[in-house]
């Protein structure tokens, strides 16, 4: 068990349509990262939030946004649904007391079915 | 701009030796990991490894780093049929707390008894 805990487990919903994802990060850490996991493009980064703000961001699509609370959890919000958002969301968190800023530790993550 | 490279399959025998290779492009990586994710789970950060290292021993686990070369190997010893998993390798170009992985399409590994 990582620490991370993400929910929810699975996510069945019709296209156009509108999720949010959430994400706790380690107790502690500070960075949250969201990747997408598909079987066409493989993993990758979306966007990380550090301590409530947006630091880096990767193959995010325009319909997608997330936000990072007071309390460190984050939130992925996918709207105007296709079918190729299909795939499993993963979240991932660093930089706490109890691990360094180098290691990322991954949630179970959610997955996304849209039909 | 940044690619990660990996077989897509690996079949060996329990007891033998794994070895997972992986290659990239971007010679400026910091960080180089590898990650294990089981059917239906999520990853599992097994080991990662300094730029300026060129081994990393971990029980079981060995990792070598090629820099000049841009390889990276993960060598399991002994595999059992729990490691039955896809081995992911990725690579974090800026470290620290912007470092957002880059990731190979993952190497399936497959452990025969």
């Known amino acids: 068990d990582s620490g991370v805990t993400q929910t929810p487990k699975h996510l069945i919903t019709a296209t156009g349509q509108r999720v949010t994802l959430r994400c706790s990060p380690r107790?502690?850490?500070?960075?949250v990262y969201w990747y997408q996991q598909s079987l066409d493009q493989g993993l990758q980064f979306l966007i990380q939030?550090?301590?409530?703000?947006?630091?880096a961001k990767g193959n995010i699509l325009e319909r997608f946004s997330a936000q990072q609370f007071p309390d460190l959890h984050s939130e992925l919000n996918l709207s105007s649904l296709e079918l190729g958002d299909s795939a499993l969301y993963f979240c991932?968190?660093?930089?706490?007391?109890?691990?360094?800023?180098?290691?990322?530790?991954f949630g179970p993550g959610t997955r996304l079915t849209v039909l | 701009g940044e690619d990660v490279e990996q077989s897509l399959f690996l079949s060996v025998r329990e007891g033998d030796s794994s070895v997972i290779n992986c290659t990239y492009t971007?010679?400026?990586?910091?960080?180089l990991y590898w990650y294990k994710q089981e059917p239906g789970a999520g990853l599992q950060l097994l080991t990662y490894?300094?730029?300026?290292?060129d081994m990393k021993q971990d029980q079981r686990l060995t990792v070598l780093l090629n820099k000049k070369d841009k390889h990276l190997s993960l060598r399991i010893a002994d595999t059992q049929t729990g490691d039955s998993a896809i081995y992911f390798c990725?690579?974090?170009?800026?470290?620290?707390?912007?470092?957002?992985?880059?990731f190979g399409k993952g190497t399936k590994l497959s452990v025969k008894p």
């Open positions: 990725a690579e974090s170009i800026e470290g620290g707390s912007q470092g957002n992985l880059i």
């Open positions: 490894i300094f730029s300026n290292m």
């Open positions: 971007d010679s400026s990586s910091t960080y």
């Open positions: 991932a968190s660093s930089g706490g007391p109890s691990g360094g800023y180098n290691e990322q530790f």
């Open positions: 107790s502690g850490d500070l960075s």
């Open positions: 939030y550090y301590n409530g703000e947006e630091r």
